[in-house]
C-alpha cells in the first residue's frame, strides 16, 4: 500500500514562507500523481495544487496562484510545496493525496477533486498569524 507522510507546518507571519513535503513509502512515486489539499475549521477540503507523474503538468487553485508553487523530485520519493506570502486565510490542515496508480504520459493533467484521490497522508497544520 502507498502511504504519504506530510512534513514541515508551522507557525509562520503573514508574509511568511514554508515548504511542505510529502514522502511517499511502500511504492515508488513513478507512478502517482499528487495532490495537495486543505482543510480549514468549519471549511470543507479544498484542492491547492497538484502535479503530474513527469512534473511537467500541474494545476493551482486561483487562491494560490503566483505565490504557491509544486514540484517533485522522484528520485527521493517526495513531493514538494513551497507556498509564499502566507496568509491568514491559507491556515489549515494540509494534507497530500494519491489517486490510483496510472502509466506517465505526456498531456494527463491531474485534476483538484478529492474525488480522484485514494491515498491520503495524516496531514500537517500551518498556520499563519501575527
Known amino acids: 500500500q502507498l502511504q504519504l507522510v506530510e512534513s514541515g507546518g508551522g507557525l509562520v507571519q503573514p508574509g511568511g514562507s514554508l515548504r511542505l513535503s510529502c514522502e511517499a513509502s511502500?511504492?515508488?512515486?513513478?507512478?502517482?500523481?499528487i495532490g495537495w489539499f486543505r482543510q480549514a475549521p468549519g471549511k470543507e477540503r479544498e484542492g491547492v495544487s497538484c502535479?503530474?507523474?513527469?512534473?511537467?503538468?500541474?494545476n493551482y487553485a486561483d487562491s494560490v496562484k503566483g505565490r504557491f508553487t509544486i514540484s517533485r523530485d522522484n528520485a527521493k520519493n517526495t513531493v514538494y510545496l513551497q507556498m509564499n506570502s502566507l496568509l491568514p486565510e491559507d491556515t489549515a490542515i494540509y494534507y497530500c493525496?494519491?489517486?490510483?496508480?496510472?502509466?506517465?504520459?505526456?498531456?494527463?493533467?491531474?485534476?483538484?477533486?478529492?474525488?480522484?484521490?485514494?491515498?491520503w497522508g495524516q496531514g500537517t497544520q500551518v498556520t499563519v498569524s501575527s
Open positions: 502535479i503530474s507523474i513527469n512534473g511537467r503538468n500541474t
Open positions: 511502500g511504492f515508488l512515486l513513478d507512478y502517482y500523481d
Open positions: 493525496a494519491a489517486p490510483p496508480a496510472r502509466y506517465d504520459n505526456d498531456w494527463y493533467v491531474p485534476r483538484l477533486d478529492s474525488n480522484d484521490y485514494e491515498s
